[in-house]
């Protein structure tokens, strides 16, 4: 337990803070005078004095936008992890430990990011052709 | 890996994930054909799926795993086996099933064909991946596309909320789910260093735990523990099984089966993986296994607990699904007490993915064949034999199957688990689960008694059958007989 008591000084400051907000609320709320009037339960200073009620449907078409960000976005990302390493100059072709060739290496990755991309494009022809491109 | 290693792609990996490509690409063309052909092109839609489904399947059989041991592929982040052939060769067979099952009740839903077809096969691809996966990524990503294509195909109706209720269900408690999963997975990563499967039992049977977090064993035992909790999500085990008979009951009926047989299947067999990650860490605490035992008896209780009173098929089916996957955990068990049960307990739970599948998707298959009627109460079945003998006899024989009557595969299957217990002297356990499995045939029989000793309702009619439709129900039949009385024709 003795490596506790240099905390117990940490353990005061909080009950004491947190007894302070709250003896001081509490005397607000307790000893304060409430007069109510309309101009009180409007918005503060910069808030727009609201009109309507809250219950209305709100259009979600920034959702489609959303979507489609994300096929790009996942796009981009492979696309510069990939270029960044396409050339093999990071590896060490001739040190015997690979079983392949820098010209192998590269016809793969060419390969591989072409079914990726081909892939991601069947995708935007999707959302093209179903009208999720359009604003309306 | 030793640096040596390094390869690039090769045909003996694509030839084994073939079955997988032919699928992804079967797909991507149902996707291309329901985009650009307007209207006469949606009959085909079912034609090509089944084409390319039928095609991964001859694929699959002829080119795939070739009864050694097993194979590896890719960099060791699949793993083919026996029980991964015939797992695949199940989820196969049951999406062409519910494939063949499903036209007339998408017209009849007015259920968005393309994408539904779409999304079945995709479903079908990560189910297929899932199975073999042998590296902590690979599975939670197929994991992963299985989930969202099903929460969409449980969506899939729209405009009925029920099925919309449904499909926010399944996505939140799914999501949770896959939540404690990958928690699990990051602790176990946490404490051994790897990820695949391979490296993880090496250093598990070496005893000295690597890893950033200095091999504190407290967190691999928490982080099989996590997995347990999301792997019991997706397979319903109690006390994780909530959402089941709501998504069931919600979800269309074709997708309902694809959701209790084929994402079931495929969660095992991935399961059955991680499980032999556990067996081969010597210092398993017992807490681990006294979890899997009580999750096995509470899943069996609860099971037929829940379906003694539903009144609607789909959640009765559900219900009986949770007490059959606690079914799937005993061999598990035996194998934690005794484990040279090993290869006993695979077999077994081998051949169970096959009953299990057969006689749940013939289930499904009638309601589906039914339409709307088929997901309606259990009333709605009273004298159905007067109505359609070829429906009313196919779900009597899928639910006397799921009792575990004699000739057929659920006996053969439930017996087989039983042995393992028995074998390693579990007898409380095969007791329990012995006496559960007689307690069930009260409400499976309930709607056998139903269909042949009730008289149909006065406005019903005889009910029609499409073509595709007897076909499917008739492969199902003969497999329920079939594979009951030829056992070594599957393991």
């Given at each position: 337990m003795e490596h506790l008591i240099p905390y117990i000084a940490i353990g005061m400051i909080l009950v004491f803070a947190a007894g302070f907000a709250v003896v001081n609320s509490l005397l607000g709320t307790l000893i304060g005078p409430t007069k109510d009037n309309p101009a009180k339960r409007l918005a503060y200073e910069s808030g727009m004095v609201p009109t309507g009620e809250a219950n209305v449907r709100i259009p979600i078409k920034f959702y489609m936008v959303g979507l489609l960000f994300l096929i790009f976005d996942i796009e981009t990302i492979f696309l510069l992890a990939w270029a960044v390493v396409f050339k093999g100059n990071q590896i060490d072709f001739a040190s015997g430990n690979v079983g392949f060739t820098q010209t192998q290496f590269q016809h793969y990755g060419f390969f591989a990011m072409a079914v990726f991309i081909g892939v991601l494009m069947l995708a935007e022809i999707y959302a093209w052709k179903k009208g999720g491109f359009e604003w309306s | 890996m030793e640096p040596n290693s390094i390869t690039l792609i090769n045909s003996h990996d694509l030839a084994l994930v073939a079955p997988a490509i032919v699928l992804g690409v079967s797909a991507l063309i149902v996707l291309l054909v329901d985009l650009f052909?307007?209207?006469?092109g949606r009959s085909v839609l079912p034609l090509l799926t089944l084409g390319g489904l039928g095609l991964a399947l001859i694929v699959h059989v002829t080119?795939?795993?070739?009864?050694?041991e097993f194979e590896i592929a890719f960099d060791g982040c699949l793993r083919f086996d026996r029980m991964t052939y015939i797992a695949q060769i199940v989820i196969l067979s049951l999406t062409l099933f519910l494939t063949l099952v499903s036209p007339l009740y998408l017209i009849r839903r007015r259920i968005p064909r393309g994408e539904y077809y779409v999304l079945i096969m995709f479903a079908a691809l990560a189910m297929m991946v899932l199975s073999a996966s042998n590296e902590l990524l690979t599975l939670f990503i197929n994991l992963e596309l299985l989930s969202f294509c099903l929460y969409i195909l449980t969506g899939?109706?729209?405009?009925n909320l029920r099925s919309t209720e449904a499909a926010f269900k399944y996505f939140t408690i799914g999501s949770y789910a896959a939540a404690f999963l990958l928690f699990g997975m990051t602790m176990v990563y946490g404490a051994?260093?790897?990820?695949h499967f391979d490296e993880i039992r090496v250093i598990l049977a070496s005893g000295s735990l690597g890893g950033a977090l200095g091999g504190n064993s407290l967190f691999l035992a928490g982080g099989f523990a996590l997995m347990l909790v999301g792997f019991g999500f997706k397979l319903t085990l109690a006390p994780f099984h909530m959402y089941a008979p709501d998504v069931y009951a919600g979800a269309p009926t074709p997708v309902a089966g694809l959701i209790a047989t084929g994402s079931k299947v495929a969660a095992v067999t991935a399961f059955f993986a991680i499980f032999e990650l556990m067996i081969a860490w010597g210092d398993l605490p017992a807490g681990v296994y006294y979890a899997l035992y009580g999750v096995v008896v509470l899943s069996i209780i609860f099971g037929n607990l829940g379906a003694?009173?539903?009144?609607n098929i789909k959640r009765l089916l559900a219900y009986s699904g949770v007490s059959h996957s606690g079914y799937f955990m005993i061999p598990l068990l035996a194998v934690m007490t005794s484990p040279e049960l090993m290869d006993k307990a695979e077999l077994a739970v081998t051949y169970y993915l096959l009953a299990y599948g057969v006689m749940t998707v013939l289930a499904f298959g009638v309601a589906t064949t039914l339409g709307p009627e088929g997901e309606r109460d259990i009333d709605r079945y009273a004298g159905l034999a007067r109505r359609s003998p070829v429906l009313a006899a196919a779900m009597a024989l899928a639910l006397l199957s799921m009792t575990g009557v004699p000739i057929t595969v659920g006996f053969v299957g439930k017996f087989r688990l039983f042995a393992v217990a028995v074998d390693a002297g579990l007898y409380p356990l095969a007791i329990f689960a012995l006496l559960a499995s007689v307690a069930s045939a009260y409400y499976y029989l309930r709607v056998v008694v139903k269909m042949y000793m009730e008289e149909p309702p006065a406005e019903a009619e005889p009910i029609p059958l499409e073509g595709s439709n007897a076909l499917a129900l008739l492969a199902g039949v003969v497999c329920i007989f079939l594979f009951a009385v030829l056992p070594a024709l599957v393991v």
């Open positions: - | 052909s307007m209207k006469l080119t795939g795993y070739r009864g050694a899939i109706e729209q405009g051994t260093g790897a990820t003694l009173v539903q009144p």
